[in-house]
């Protein structure tokens, strides 16, 4: 057999391998973060959040097909579509291995003995494997996020790059180029980080058509970054820029249709192309000719853009900043609802702010006299700084007073001191650098301590190796943690072999094939280095962004591949021929992909994991008939959006996301009906918050109006958007604006009659009908105001319109002031136009509890997406979705107690102590009153089983931190404080209760703990 035929079979079986592991590991419904958006879009074609996915949303599209109607099936098949192109990034990894491994086992070209070519697949089958199980890679592979399909454009488009060098020399080879071209442009519609591959194609192209050079090198480098900026700025931004420019003239200055000027830009560039590539192939420029070919296939593979036009012109249920016109479609692109971060010049996070200046204007489409017409609407604009405050690479820039806090601890930096560039230095290698590129890449070939969200303490999301002499002086005795974090799923030990492996390919590489060697480091470095630079993130992300660098770890495994070749070198010293091969693959193969099988793949598997589904379905079950539901983004929303838009669950639940309701085009579009759900009825109209129309409202309490009175609500905003100028205060800046006038606030309220009528109760007595509320804040967003536009409606209409607020996120528990109207029922809190006299003052009480409604969910409606199994590893982002079940469980059962209805109480706990135990979801302090619940209900032994498991735990974390270093120890000094205060709350409850055996107990550990680590706890204050 020869060689191609041994490549091609091995390689596909290998493919094979990583396909059979992805789909028994995948998770088999929706996820938490962008998956449920991403399977929801994808089943309907509607438009995901900016800068959107087209293309990658027709594959899944595709793949959706195969559930073959069974909409409850359409969630793993989508899945599937993540595995498949995984294995076939692995496939390409592979073949990529190979090349190089053949060139350096036989370097002048000739042909292959059998020993040599089971070499070269050994090298492939290696590194291909320990990618195929490598963390990062892996977690992506089993669900629906774009980063799996990314890898696969970014490993498909390097190994064609390598058939190019394979085929230069022949006739037709440049159609690998042209090829490329149309992957990169098709790649844009998937996720741009495909893009970094660019320079890595320049450097190949360069090594094969000239002599290498120090100076030829550097240009051939300079040209990929060049062609990499061309691709994201000139196609992928500037194209919509001037496309919308001939829009915006072609309508409103010719009067033409909407997209007339669109179409009319697209058609002479393409005629433009056209020509040129004519005019080239005819007068022999070559290189001309192929560039403008290669451009013309990157549009062409850019186009998929034009579904988000046409499906947001649909009106879709999901329509993510409404890109239907080419002029929203630039800001779609551009990203422009999100913050964007400086690059090369910019402020310190103190930087002090002296103004705005114009970049651009933002418009609206409207009709003017019957005719199409663009309308600005708002500015696009840039703050200024004052002189001197802005600097070059600014690294700590962001202004949010939780980040600001972080850099100045990070840094050292006193209150009031201002950074330089020495710190802005620091924070790139120290942070951006080493935890949030090192620290990941090293979790994928040396190890990782747990899944929980690190910030840069000693006890979450660090690397380790699993050698004790070398963690320990970084994260202590691991072994002395407590259960969850000492036997968390996610501690994954591989004593660097991983990375010893793929040293020995680095160091073989540039030895033996020093131009390969460097492709392969430009493509580490700007799949891994150069994004760290590029995104400049700032601290406490709100999840770990691993998958961004997952480029990087694709092109070491590339190393770990080569590096069997050394240590066959090494090997065949002690035995020869092929038995030194087979001695060289069995000790890599079981010291680096087997070993991180066996290690990774308790946390990896999803296959029986549906607690994002659960989470969906409570949130939506606990609603009433034609509910108004307020979520936060991501996991409180996402999942929801699958189970409406996929599976059919409550689509007459009308799902609001705040943080978007600060956008006109999100609030234009409550005002149509989405699937069942009827609009939502709202007191302003399109002027009013069109554009940047009350992007912000300040309090100024109006000195006409008595402050301690209530004042209505629907007045408030009609005052609010008032366009007379004696209505308006003058801001800063000199303009007149509108501002709240009153914080305190009344609803209209139905009688007690209409109260028990309308069912939301049977027994008025203690019963408060009045709405009468205070605004805890001193300014108003556009979200906020939409919130109360939206009240103020509903409560003119006589509350006939449910509205919920989602409370499965903790701190959701009082928006605007209004907490003592919001009545729980199991996850959400409703909002009604009524309360009680007097409310349990109880620490976790807020508004009153519907207690036969919450009843009825938690105990026989609600799913836990096997949240009790001890086979199934949850992350803490599945535990931060379900605390709030612990705190709606004491706050159901404290009511039972007060009620009387003891046994219910302890059924209560009982079914959520089982539901979410500790070993999946560690004990907190909303346990703690989960106790202390227990306690209040007279089930002593439970409070004390509980208790002491919650103790055992505190007390170990505690002991854990005596481990640390003094400087580490700063950094888990709040985890300490907490578990002093739980096991100080537990001997309160248990006191309280009159178990003074225990009492004693646990204030005595107290007691020992607190002495233990009082020097840390004065150090902290």
């Not at 092109?555 to 240590?567: C, E, M, N, S, T």
């Not at 705040?658 to 609009?679: C, F, H, K, S």
């Not at 300014?779 to 319109?801: E, M, P, Q």
Request: net charge neutral; glycine share 8%; with cysteine.
């Amino acid at each position: 057999m020869n060689y191609r035929s041994v490549n091609n079979i091995t390689g596909w079986l290998t493919a094979l391998a990583a396909l059979i592991v992805y789909l028994l590991t995948l998770e088999p419904t929706t996820s938490f973060w962008d998956c449920g958006e991403f399977l929801a879009c994808a089943y309907k074609l509607e438009v995901g959040h900016a800068p959107g996915a087209p293309f990658f949303m027709m594959m899944q599209r595709l793949f959706s097909l195969l559930a073959g109607g069974d909409r409850q099936q359409v969630a793993w098949f989508i899945n599937a579509e993540s595995a498949v192109a995984s294995a076939f990034t692995i496939l390409f990894l592979f073949w990529t291995i190979t090349h190089m491994a053949r060139k350096l086992v036989t370097p002048a070209g000739g042909g292959l003995t059998g020993t040599q070519v089971w070499l070269v697949m050994s090298a492939g089958l290696t590194g291909a494997l320990a990618y195929t199980f490598s963390d990062t890679f892996w977690f992506s592979a089993v669900e629906a996020e774009v980063y799996a399909t990314s890898s696969f454009f970014t490993a498909l488009v390097f190994w064609a790059a390598l058939k190019w060098e394979e085929q230069a020399g022949q006739r037709h080879a440049d159609r690998w180029l042209v090829l490329i071209a149309l992957l990169v442009g098709i790649s844009v519609g998937v996720h741009l980080l495909n893009l970094l591959a660019i320079p890595a194609v320049a450097m190949v192209v360069y090594f094969r058509r000239y002599k290498p050079g120090a100076r030829g090198m550097a240009a051939a480098l300079l040209v990929g970054v060049a062609i990499l900026a061309f691709v994201q700025f000139g196609v992928i931004q500037y194209l919509p820029i001037f496309a919308s420019r001939f829009d915006l003239l072609f309508v409103n200055t010719f009067g033409l249709p909407f997209n007339s000027g669109a179409i009319t830009f697209m058609l002479l560039l393409l005629a433009g192309l056209v020509a040129g590539v004519v005019w080239a192939r005819k007068s022999g420029r070559y290189i001309l000719h192929l560039s403008l070919v290669s451009i013309t296939f990157i549009i062409v593979g850019f186009s998929s853009y034009l579904v988000p036009i046409i499906r947001s012109t649909a009106d879709t249920p999901v329509d993510m900043t409404n890109p239907d016109n080419v002029m929203s479609l630039v800001s779609y692109v551009q990203r422009s609802q999100y913050l964007q971060q400086p690059l090369l010049t910019g402020p310190d996070f103190n930087s002090q702010v002296t103004g705005t200046e114009k970049k651009g204007a933002v418009y609206a489409r409207v009709q003017r006299n019957g005719a199409d017409h663009y309308e600005q609407v708002d500015d696009k604009v840039n703050y200024t700084y004052a002189p001197g405050s802005t600097r070059f690479f600014p690294r700590i820039w962001n202004a949010d007073e939780n980040h600001a806090r972080f850099y100045r601890g990070q840094l050292g930096l006193a209150e009031g001191e201002s950074p330089s560039s020495a710190d802005n230095f620091s924070y790139f290698f120290n942070y951006q650098l080493g935890w949030m590129w090192w620290r990941y890449f090293m979790w994928n070939y040396s190890g990782r301590q747990n899944s929980y969200h690190g910030h840069g303490n000693a006890k979450n999301g660090n690397w380790i190796t699993g050698l004790p002499a070398l963690d320990k002086h970084k994260v202590g005795d691991m072994d002395a943690m407590s259960a969850p974090y000492r036997y968390n799923k996610a501690r994954n030990q591989y004593y660097l072999l991983p990375l010893a492996l793929g040293l020995a390919g680095v160091v073989y590489h540039f030895r033996r094939g020093r131009n390969d060697a460097i492709v392969t480091l430009v493509l580490f470095f700007f799949t891994g280095i150069a994004i760290a630079i590029y995104l400049n993130m700032t601290p406490l992300q709100p999840r770990e962004r691993d998958y961004a660098f997952a480029g990087g770890t694709y092109a070491f495994a590339v190393w770990i591949g080569l590096g069997v070749l050394l240590v066959h070198q090494a090997a065949g010293r002690l035995v020869k021929g092929g038995a030194g091969v087979a001695l060289a693959v069995v000790l890599c193969l079981a010291a680096v992909p087997a070993l991180m099988a066996r290690e990774g793949w308790d946390d990896h598997d999803r296959s029986g994991r549906t607690q994002a589904w659960a989470s969906a379905y409570n949130t939506l079950n606990s609603c009433a008939p034609n509910a108004i539901l307020f979520c936060s983004a991501d996991n409180d929303t996402y999942p929801l959006w699958y189970l409406q838009e996929v599976e059919g669950v409550r689509t007459d639940v009308r799902v609001i996301i705040t943080e978007l309701l600060g956008t006109d085009w999100y609030i234009d579009q409550l005002r149509y009906r989405v699937n069942d759900a009827p609009p939502v009825p709202m007191a302003w109209s399109y002027d009013d918050y069109k554009g940047g129309n009350h992007n912000y409202v300040p309090f100024y309490a109006a000195p006409a109006l008595n402050q301690e009175t209530y004042y209505n609500l629907e007045e408030v905003c009609r005052f609010i958007n008032s366009t007379d100028e004696r209505n308006k205060v003058q801001s800063s800046s000199g303009s007149r604006m509108n501002y709240l006038p009153v914080k305190n606030i009344s609803l209209s309220a139905p009688g007690k009659d209409e109260i028990v009528k309308n069912g939301w109760l049977a027994d008025t007595s203690g019963v408060e009908n009045e709405v009468k509320f205070t605004i805890d804040k001193q300014h108003l967003f556009k979200n906020d105001l939409a919130i109360l536009h939206i009240i103020a409606a509903v409560a003119k209409d006589g509350w006939k319109r449910p509205v919920y607020f989602n409370g499965s996120y903790p701190g959701n528990g009082n928006p605007l002031g209004m907490g003592r109207y919001l009545h729980m029922e199991g996850i959400n809190y409703r909002l009604l136009p009524f309360t009680y006299s007097a409310l349990p003052a109880r620490a976790l009480d807020a508004g009153p509890v519907n207690i036969e409604r919450s009843l009825e969910l938690l105990m026989n409606v609600y799913q836990w997406g096997g949240a009790e199994r001890k086979d199934i590893h949850f992350d803490d982002k599945h535990t931060v979705m379900m605390i709030s079940y612990r705190i709606i469980a004491t706050r159901l059962a404290e009511a039972l107690i007060n009620a009387g209805r003891r046994q219910e109480a302890i059924q209560v706990l009982d079914k959520v102590n089982t539901s979410l135990p500790a070993h999946n979801y560690p004990y907190d302090m909303a346990a703690c009153y989960m106790a202390a619940a227990y306690y209040n209900a007279g089930t002593t032994e439970k409070a004390r089983e509980m208790g002491e498991a919650i103790v055992q735990q505190a007390t170990d974390d505690i002991k854990w931190v005596s481990t640390l270093g003094e400087e580490q120890q700063q950094g888990v000094a709040t985890d300490v404080q907490s578990g002093l205060s739980q096991i100080n709350l537990l001997a309160g409850a248990a006191r309280d209760a009159g178990d003074t055996e225990y009492a004693g107990r646990w204030n005595g550990q107290l007691q020992q703990l607190y002495n233990k680590m009082l020097p840390l706890l004065e150090a902290g204050r």
